[in-house]
């Protein structure tokens, strides 16, 4: 069993930065992958991002690649996701999960999730 928090959610004028968190409780993390998925209004969840168990089989959308850097320290049991030069568009709720599917942009493959933080990019 994997419990995940999301934090460092706010608002942030475009081009801006954010770094999110996703800090998991559970002794096995670090034998899972880790993806980030956003969700706007109206819209469908979306992929973003994701990291290996050892850092590695990292992915991003095309439309992040550039501005968006994920990464984890396994000795925090954390996760995060560096959002630089962010835009309007990047606003949606944003959230991590964990599963055993390294390199994996479907949210089917992820068997945990957080509650989500909120990310909005507006001047």
């Known amino acids: 069993q994997v419990q995940l928090v999301e934090s460092g959610g706010g608002l942030v004028q475009p081009g801006g930065s954010l770094r999110l968190s996703c800090a998991a409780s559970?002794?096995?993390?670090?034998?899972?992958?880790v993806g980030w998925f956003r969700q706007a209004p109206g819209k469908e969840r979306e992929f973003v991002a994701t990291?290996?168990?050892?850092?590695?089989?990292?992915a991003y959308t095309d439309s992040v690649k550039g501005r968006f850097t994920v990464s984890r320290d396994n000795a925090q049991n954390t996760v995060y996701l560096q959002m630089n030069s962010l835009k309007p568009e990047d606003t949606a709720v944003y959230y991590c999960?964990?599963?055993?599917?390294?390199?994996?942009?479907?949210?089917?493959?992820?068997?945990?999730w957080g509650q989500g933080t909120q990310v909005t990019v507006s001047s």
């Open positions: 559970g002794r096995t993390f670090s034998s899972y992958a």
């Open positions: 990291v290996g168990w050892s850092g590695g089989s990292i």
């Open positions: 999960a964990a599963g055993r599917t390294p390199g994996s942009r479907w949210y089917s493959t992820y068997n945990y």
